[in-house]
């Protein structure tokens, strides 16, 4: 079977912000973004429970991180910590998978990415402000608790799909040949 190249991802990027807590999630994000790219079912069209779980738990983590920067009070040392700091390197080099679910992972964490270095909240020195937990956290969280449910809820119940009815060609026939 001949590889199939998807493409590339792009993702947003500035080089400093001020907020440390946003550092660390978009490190977070980073490894997530690596991980899922990578994982066993990123190649095919069917996802591995295992993948599921890995996805799971990194959402965990990152919630978990979230609403611990979210909860703290916003430290006011603009004096005392004037410079930015730099923000590391997006992933390089990961290419869109075929698997669905993994990608749209991959989309969703490189959106949140994007939303994290370009929110106001990047300009304090910690924390978050409440309309972005509110506003975009909260419903970003929640859609991916609803994805990894509803990937949990078709591995429990596999259903036919229109791929396993399709009637695929064999690898190396040529189109109006005999198999």
């Not at 001020?18 to 069209?45: E, K, M, P």
């Not at 449910?149 to 799909?161: I, K, R, V, W, Y």
Request: hydrophobic share 35%; charged share 25%; aromatic share 8%.
């Amino acid at each position: 079977m001949a590889d199939t190249e998807l493409g590339k991802m792009e993702f947003d990027h500035v080089d400093r912000i001020n907020n440390v807590d946003i550092l660390s999630l978009v490190g977070w994000v980073d490894a997530g973004i690596r991980q899922f790219a990578r994982a066993t079912s990123a190649t095919r069209y069917d996802t591995h429970k295992e993948d599921v779980s890995i996805v799971k738990a990194w959402l965990t983590k990152f919630e978990k991180d979230f609403r611990n920067f979210a909860g703290e009070p916003e430290l006011f040392m603009q004096k005392a910590s004037p410079k930015p700091k730099p923000v590391p390197q997006p992933p390089q080099e990961i290419s869109i998978v075929q698997n669905t679910f993994l990608q749209h992972m991959v989309y969703q964490c490189s959106t949140m990415r994007t939303e994290l270095l370009f929110c106001e909240s990047a300009e304090r020195i910690n924390g978050f402000h409440p309309s972005f937990v509110t506003a975009t956290m909260d419903p970003w969280i929640q859609k991916q608790k609803n994805t990894i449910g509803n990937a949990e809820d078709d591995l429990a119940n596999p259903e036919q799909t229109w791929m396993e009815e399709a009637d695929l060609q064999e690898p190396g026939v040529n189109p109006g040949e005999p198999r």
